[in-house]
């Protein structure tokens, strides 16, 4: 491959208003150009400062940045707490209490910790964890409901310098269990359960099932959140509440160095078993705080909402860390946005006067379908500026964004970012950029992008192209839990000296980035990774089936449904052994990985050498005519019988 065909015309610009950018953190092209230039020229220098000046130390770090890609390690020889960073900081100034977390639950109850009390809930919970014996370096599961609880226990995680895990509530029985044990995880935290619109998301229950599988875990902590009985195992199984009223809320915050691992995130990658991504503590804190800060734009007034849920790194950035350690209002919110109806966010902004909304095209998508009358129920001139995140954005759904909920007034910040970023990379900086609807613009300063072909040769202005980092920075990843090979072959293995996103994109004359999407073997459903591998792994494991290849296509709503074509063993099952086999994969990975269609055939398109033709598969999954070469196939009467299938 050269380069990778780029369909997408689109011309419309939008410049921030003077209003906008007078009151920025970053308010012109030059300052911009000036701060990108210097970290590019000098990435030491441009971070160590910012370190420097921006987070608390117990002992100050002696070299800003040492070694180069894949092995890259920050501010050593400091001694640094991410809690006190979010925190005890804040406690100095009048933001004492001020609001940290304004939480909002499914039902319609509500909770305000101000860092005050934040801090005193954190610091209690970080002796629980000591007094269920967690020690520093112990790695601590969460799957937990979006309660205030959640955030409290990562914070407390880091206070002693456990490693905190969080697995996403949607994830099976299975599913924790994995992670479980790659992580070897000492404690799970979770709760009864979880709301999803208005019914019970069994956590207990799937975390009872997943023990017997996952031997390290000691302890489970539950926290009292929908009141349905769940069974307690003796000396295993504490009410969080219980807990808490046996401990002081004085908790000293251990002194960690740079390089101690804050937490781990379990993300898709092109093979079967999931990737733990691994970060550490004051290299994620100071790209956590400085993007939040020249991103969103963060003051002191604001009321910022991030609809993310904390399971993907998304809420771990930009709902927890991220605002919290520049001393922001973040709210958080446990529902859906369709329940009890399709007014839900809206009214929520409404009702809190949300200033800053963050959220993924899959829901703008939807919000466009349910129709413009739920946000013109309500007054959203609060807000005054908005975000995407987790997939391209279509220019339609933009603009429709642009029109109908930001009023034509609020900058659009498309945030080009992955789990193992850490922090936002590419993303207007709002009162800075002319957004292009579709486009996430240009790098953030500290990040230096290109678009190179498949042998890592830079490619011109507006080629197609694979998207690189050429230079590390600070929030990056430092490996794969438990598997470092692997970390560098994924992500430094195939191009020399450069980090590979996994992403297609272009980037134009004017130096701004258009991602196309994944060109490896990931999924990207209503903005969440699946790995095709791992969906066929689970159908494979059920008797009926003997081969199965799974592709994307396009759909509507989660911008990539799942199509899984299914080789039985014996003759082709029946409608109910189809249902049983999308059971199955829910089983194995979770309801985000539910099948949209299920296509038997006798056989898969091969090559001669024996590899699936992924891309034929995808051609007639999205039901397009393939025009691509299929010299090599195996078999012609197998892509004959799957067409006439559709
Ligand atoms: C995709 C989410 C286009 C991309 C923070 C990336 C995007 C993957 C954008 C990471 C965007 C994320 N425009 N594509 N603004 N943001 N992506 O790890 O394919 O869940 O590689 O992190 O989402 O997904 P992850």
Known sequence: MSSIKSVLQETRQFPPSPEFAKDAHISSEEQYQQLWNRAKDNPAGFWGELAQTELEWFKPFETAMEGQMPDTKWFLGGKINASVQCLDRHLKTWRKNKAAIIWEGEPGDTRTLTYQQLHREVCKFANVLKKLG????????????MVPELAIAMLACSRIGATHSIIFGGFSADAIADRNNDAQAKVVVTADGGWRRGKEVPLKTNVDASLPKAPSVEKVVVVRRTGTPVDMV????????ELMEQVDADCEPAE???????????????????KGVLHTTAGY???????????????DQDTYWCTADIGWITGHSYIVYGPLSNGATSL?????????????FWEIIEKYQVNIFYTAPTAIRAFIKWGDQWPQKYDLSSLRLLGTVGEPINPEAWMWYHRVIGGERCPIVDTWWQTETGGIMISPLPGVQSTKPGSCTRPLPGVVPAIVDDKGNPLEANQGGLLVMTQPWPHMLRTLYGDHQRFKDTYFGKLEGLYFAGDGARKDEDGCYWVMGRVDDVLNVSG??????????????????????????PHELKGEGICC?????????????????????????????TPDQIRFT?????????????????????????????????????????????
């Open 134 to 145: 967690v020690q520093t370096g112990d790695r601590v599961t969460l799957y937990m409901p």
């Open 234 to 241: 003796p000396d295993r199984d504490y009410w969080w509440h």
């Open 256 to 274: 960690l160095d740079s390089e101690h691992p804050l937490f781990i995130l379990y993300t898709s990658g092109s093979t079967g078993k999931p």
């Open 285 to 299: 804190m100071l790209g956590a705080q400085m993007t939040s800060r020249w991103v969103f734009d963060l003051k």
């Open 332 to 344: 958080m919110f446990e529902g859906a946005p369709n329940w009890p109806d399709e007014g839900r």
């Open 528 to 553: 969440h990774r699946l790995s095709t591998m791992e969906i066929e792994s689970a159908l494979v494991s059920h008797p009926l089936v003997a081969e199965a290849a799974v592709v994307g296509f």
């Open 565 to 593: 074509f299914v080789t039985p063993k014996g003759v082709t099952p029946s409608d109910q052994e189809k249902k049983e086999l999308i059971a199955h994969v829910r089983k194995q990975i979770g309801a985000l990985a």
């Open 602 to 646: 006798p056989s898969l398109p091969k090559t001669r050498s024996g590899k699936i033709m992924r891309r034929l598969l995808r051609d007639i999954a999205a039901g397009k005519e393939s025009s691509g070469d299929t010299t090599t196939l195996e078999d012609y009467t197998v892509l004959a019988k799957l067409r006439e299938e559709d």
